[in-house]
């Protein structure tokens, strides 16, 4: 039987939006009715994707944070092009930052094809990291067809074999998405309908309304904008969503508006709900003092608390980031695994046996207080048996990290903890970000 917690909506009724619908819900609300299909890299996402393209009737929409220009990646532009070309509305939004290098490449690609394309945040030179926000990145993988099939999760438009930073590998880096038909797909497509709309604008809403409230035409420019804005209500998602079966989902994002810690605030409640487990995965892991409240209190109530982190560093202060915090994880009984196979890139968790995660948010200050990120959280026993055994494949593959390889905390290893939480202080406060973490 599913745990229910105070986000979820009383049986058999549905949250009522308004013009902005589910997207000015501030918690994560369960929908029934979904199936959901785990998909393990872009070997497996990519070709999943391209079929949906190709079955598209009326529109598609995308988001992304890279979009490279490997033969992986251009099969799906070339799917995104062949769907435009025979009508079909395509509407693409990519991080100017994350897919700086390609874009001269791919933008007029896409473009003589019919597909429209926003970059979001675009990058013209130094001086565009003068402009407020600008370390504020689209980091969601998003993508929706005909608002049947939606598709979340970690996995950027690059092939799984090819680093940025590293070039190319003998394995695939470890990642994962979804595959999401139901009710759970409205709330997807808003997403990327507002993340088209905020590209679009070049600024975030709140920007766009205080201007509105300046205007001496503010009614018809409000009109217009909402307009653009308007979205299905939830009351209007029928009686498939109020039914448990055969998945429960939530769509959570991480926004600067009415969500911006409901990622966070996700992952903290199954953790203290937790009786049996937590296995979590991220590659970037530095989490604020909450998040490691809630990892310590689960340990010391017996629950197997298990971190996967990465073990093939892409960027080293990354690593040395979460590093800093073994100490105290082990401390207190949380186990830390540092994967060597490959590089590393999901970020998942399994609470339990009937909570799942899948998404975009690293457990970091980045994606959990400034990027703009989406995950899937899903109830179902079925689903959270396939992601665990997954995982369970990848902890095998692991490192242990133990106590006595950290040796007795020194000056240094503390000097460096006060280095790493200092730095991250200032760049949160250089990006914008405001309140304790």
């Known amino acids: 039987m599913a745990v229910r917690s105070d986000s979820d909506p009383p049986q058999g009724k549905l949250p009522v939006g308004g013009p902005f619908g589910w997207y000015a819900q501030p918690k994560a609300h369960f929908l029934g009715g979904n199936t959901v299909r785990l998909l393990r890299g872009g070997a497996a996402l990519f070709p999943a994707m391209c079929d949906a393209m190709a079955r598209a009737r009326h529109e598609i929409w995308l988001a992304t944070y890279i979009f490279h220009d490997d033969p992986a990646a251009i099969a799906v532009a070339d799917a995104l092009c062949a769907a435009a070309q025979r009508g079909v509305r395509v509407r693409v939004i990519i991080d100017g930052f994350g897919s700086y290098a390609t874009l001269p490449k791919l933008l007029p690609r896409m473009r003589d094809a019919g597909v429209r394309v926003v970059v979001f945040r675009p990058i013209k030179g130094w001086w565009s990291w003068l402009r407020p926000g600008q370390l504020r990145r689209l980091h969601q993988k998003l993508c929706v067809v005909d608002g049947q099939r939606g598709f979340v999760g970690g996995i950027n438009i690059i092939n799984d074999l090819l680093d940025l930073r590293h070039g190319w590998s003998e394995a695939p880096r470890l990642d994962y998405a979804v595959e999401v038909q139901g009710p759970t797909v409205m709330p997807i497509e808003q997403?990327?309908?507002?993340?088209?709309?905020?590209?679009?604008?070049?600024?975030?809403?709140?920007?766009?309304?205080?201007?509105?409230?300046?205007?001496?035409?503010?009614?018809?420019?409000?009109?217009r904008l909402m307009r653009r804005l308007q979205t299905t209500r939830w009351a209007d998602l029928g009686p498939a969503a109020a039914e448990p079966r055969p998945q429960r989902v939530a769509f959570v994002v991480r926004d600067n508006l009415r969500q911006r810690r409901t990622i966070e605030r996700s992952y903290v409640e199954a953790i203290l709900r937790a009786r049996q487990r937590v296995e979590l995965v991220s590659p970037y892991f530095y989490p604020g003092r909450a998040f490691r409240r809630a990892l310590r209190l689960a340990a010391r109530r017996g629950v197997q608390v298990r971190l996967l982190l990465q073990g093939k560093l892409d960027y080293r202060i990354a690593g040395l980031a979460a590093r800093v915090l073994y100490d105290e994880l082990l401390a207190h009984g949380v186990r830390v695994f540092e994967y060597m196979p490959a590089f590393l890139h999901a970020k998942v968790a399994v609470v339990d046996d009937e909570w799942a995660t899948v998404g975009s948010s690293n457990i970091d200050p980045l994606s959990l207080l400034l990027n703009l990120e989406a995950n899937v959280v899903v109830r179902d026993r079925g689903f959270v048996e396939q992601l665990g055994q997954e995982l369970e494949t990848a902890f095998a593959a692991a490192h242990e990290v133990t106590r006595p390889e950290l040796g007795v905390p020194t000056w240094w290893s503390r000097v460096r903890r006060g280095l790493v939480a200092w730095c991250a202080h200032v760049y949160l406060r250089v990006a914008g970000a405001t309140g304790r973490y």
Do not use: I
């Open 191 to 223: 997403t990327v309908r507002a993340m088209w709309t905020r590209a679009h604008l070049g600024r975030d809403w709140r920007d766009e309304l205080a201007t509105l409230a300046r205007s001496p035409h503010r009614l018809a420019r409000l009109k």
